[in-house]
């Protein structure tokens, strides 16, 4: 069974910072593209960042931009979220997921297992 699991979520204040960590299991996702994605209250859910199964390729939304920063692990099968000077707007559950081919994409529908979310609130 694939699993898709997401942590390092929580309470933090602007302006602090986070990591966000999914561990995938059931299979090894070293020859596809990871990304994250997040959804707000009321909102739907959108691209975050997102790379390639080299780790040559980012794409970090621009909402997020120099302050997010996406990597990889393929040995442990892992993909982290590093999110700096949070902000209020940035508060959302944050999705983990794997495409099903190697590039990078920010296109929600070229991924193929997601996992449950993790709650990220940021106070003003």
């Known amino acids: 069974q694939v699993q898709l699991v997401e942590s390092g979520g929580g309470l933090v204040q602007a302006g602090g910072s986070l990591r966000l960590s999914c561990a995938a299991s059931g299979r090894t996702f070293s020859n596809d593209a990871m990304g994250w994605f997040r959804q707000a209250p009321g909102k739907e859910r959108e691209f975050v960042a997102t790379i390639s199964w080299t780790r040559m390729q980012t794409i970090v939304a621009e909402s997020v931009k120099g302050r997010f920063t996406i990597s990889r692990d393929n040995a442990k099968n892992t993909v982290s979220l590093q999110m700096n000077s949070l902000r209020p707007e940035d508060t959302a559950v944050y999705f983990c997921?794997?495409?099903?081919?190697?590039?990078?994409?920010?296109?929600?529908?070229?991924?193929?297992?997601w996992g449950q979310g993790t709650l990220v609130t940021v106070s003003s």
């Open positions: 997921a794997a495409a099903s081919f190697g590039w990078a994409t920010p296109h929600e529908n070229d991924y193929k297992y």
